[in-house]
């Protein structure tokens, strides 16, 4: 499966089961009136709305190179995913923040608490399933060790999205079910809105580095340095006292990659239609050896 097929798995995946979730964690903010529920209920919903954004960025991001998009449409995926993480710092975050402080000096009991303990466990169930399937994902492409490495090095911010979004709702879940656990065994309002304002730090820290990745991406950033080493290493080989001048390797999409370098080509500076052929086969191995080149532009000299 392609890395591209499996996100879009995940994604899907994810949509239904926080769709689900939404409806059942409204129903119960309704009925028991509990802050941190409503505050998953928008959490949950902003987290479907997001997932629906990464289906179309992810789309979009197929399109066809044109006249005025060159090197295609590839970074639609990187501008989606960070829309992602500013609805899930303001809608989701900062909303969850305001509804506990909001409520933070209400004093009594949660109406029907058992009921908003029942959605958080079946919530944490149908979130933790979420979550498997995207890390089973992850698992699969993951090249660069723990989890972190991954975090930090992996182009898929599609998928990069809905883990780090699975993870946090995961944990929002966990917390404000304690938080209202707390608030029925004590009959005070006040743990249910401190489990609203936990929830809402969790979700704006994680927007934050969200934000931050994303935002690299959209700059553009540069894929990992097995390109450059597998460069590095066959020039030499294919040109008899060559070298690689200067090269610069950018990530177009979650897939895809531009090469652009200059070299000198050495001893077969004087026959030129050698040079071109090794330069071609260079490409042609280069291009085998990595899929997602989908760009190469090879420029021979003697300077840089």
């Keep these: 499966m392609s890395s591209h097929g499996g996100s879009a798995k995940v994604i899907v995946t994810a949509l239904l089961a926080n769709l689900g979730i939404a409806v059942a964690k409204f129903v119960g903010a309704f009925i028991s009136g509990s802050a941190s529920l409503l505050a998953e209920a928008i959490h949950s919903l902003v987290d479907s709305t997001n997932q629906i954004l990464l289906l179309i960025g992810s789309k979009k991001s197929l399109k066809a190179p044109d006249e005025k998009h060159p090197l ?81 090095n992996t182009k898929s911010s599609e998928l990069l999205v809905i883990f780090t979004e699975d993870a946090a709702a995961l944990t929002g879940l966990v917390v404000a079910a304690i938080c209202l656990g707390l608030a029925w065994a004590t009959g005070q309002s006040y743990w249910d809105s401190v489990g ?21 991406f959209i700059i553009g950033e540069s894929p990992t340095n097995d390109i450059r080493d597998f460069i590095f290493a066959e020039v030499p080989k294919r040109f008899p006292g060559g070298k690689v001048l200067k090269l610069i390797a950018v990530q177009t999409g979650s897939d895809e990659v531009m090469l652009s370098y200059k070299l000198h080509p050495g001893d077969t500076v004087k026959d030129v239609d050698k040079a071109i052929t090794l330069v071609n086969e260079l490409e042609k191995i280069t291009k085998s050896q990595f899929k997602a080149i989908r760009w190469q532009f090879v420029e021979l000299d003697k300077e840089d």
């Design 196 to 216: 609203s304002i936990l929830v809402g730090t969790i979700l704006v820290i994680v927007a934050i580095l969200l934000s931050i990745e994303v935002k690299s």
């Design 72 to 152: 295609g449409y590839g970074r639609e995926a990187f501008f989606w995913s960070f829309i992602v993480a500013i609805l899930l710092f303001s809608m989701g975050g900062l909303f969850a923040i305001y509804e506990g402080v909001h409520k933070l000096d209400e004093q009594g009991e949660i109406s029907s608490p058992l009921i908003g303990l029942g959605i958080f466990i079946v919530s944490i169930f149908l979130e933790g399933y979420s979550f498997w399937a995207c890390y089973k994902e992850v698992k699969n492409q993951n090249q660069f060790g723990s989890l972190w490495q991954w975090f930090k």
